[in-house]
């Protein structure tokens, strides 16, 4: 079984629509979470990190977290163009800092 | 504040031979993290340093190593190359061990042939 897991995608939404991105995870004692943006051709960007249960807003950004359903997921609101890339998920396990299990990441595409 | 600066860009090597890849990490950031990119399995964790010390490795053979320098630059070595070894090779740093956010470098790009 894969430790972090994400739908493969691709995931197409309208322009404006919302994206919703999930991610679960395996070890139940993992306390830090991160989404990556990935864009074709480009390394990883970080863009939202996430330590404590419940939502954390960062512009059209939201991450939530809940550590009981080992689910951690992330949404775009008003999703634009330019937001088409793919999103990793990353756990730290272990709290071994440079050290993040990620999975395989969600194509977004946003038409138009 | 320049970011996380890895070179070369691209390689091209054949089966046998070793490479040697080289990381700066952006300034004042103490750790360096290497990860392999492959389509098949994604983003894999190879090995972080901090202060000229290995702290954590992942799940690869012997045959990738690496070292850290007094003034954080970092290096990954793989010897004896395999096809399999074909992959983007990411750097990423962060401000020490206990941060865990990383900024990734561009990449090196291996091809083995």
């Known amino acids: 079984q894969k430790e972090v897991e994400q739908n493969s995608g691709p995931l197409s939404v309208p322009e404006g629509a919302i994206a919703s991105l999930n991610c679960t995870y395996s070890?139940?004692?993992?306390?830090?979470f991160f989404w990556y943006r990935q864009y074709s051709g480009k390394s990883p960007e970080l863009i939202m990190s996430?330590?404590?249960?419940g939502d954390k807003e960062d512009g059209r950004f939201t991450a939530q977290l809940n550590k009981a359903s080992q689910y951690v997921s992330l949404l775009i609101r008003d999703s634009q163009p330019s937001d088409s890339a793919t999103y990793l998920c990353?756990?730290?396990?272990?709290?071994?800092?440079?050290?993040?299990?990620f999975g395989q990441g969600t194509e977004l595409s946003v038409k138009p | 504040k320049a970011g996380v600066t890895q070179t070369p860009r691209y390689l091209i090597k054949t089966r046998g031979q070793q490479v040697t890849l080289s990381c700066s990490p952006i300034?004042?950031?103490?750790?360096v993290s290497w990860y392999q990119q492959t389509p098949g399995q994604g983003l894999q964790f190879l090995f972080e340093y901090f202060s000229e010390t290995q702290r954590n490795k992942g799940n690869f053979p012997g045959r990738f190593s690496g070292r850290q320098f007094s003034n954080s630059r970092s290096e990954m070595n793989v010897s004896t190359l395999e096809l399999g070894d074909s992959a983007l090779y990411l750097c990423?740093?962060?401000?020490?061990?206990?941060?865990?956010?990383?900024?990734f470098g561009s990449g090196t790009q291996l091809s083995v042939l």
């Open positions: 996430i330590y404590s249960n």
């Open positions: 990353a756990v730290n396990m272990d709290n071994q800092g440079g050290k993040l299990i």
């Open positions: 990423a740093s962060s401000l020490d061990p206990g941060n865990e956010k990383l900024f």
């Open positions: 070890d139940r004692v993992s306390q830090s």
């Open positions: 300034s004042g950031h103490r750790s």
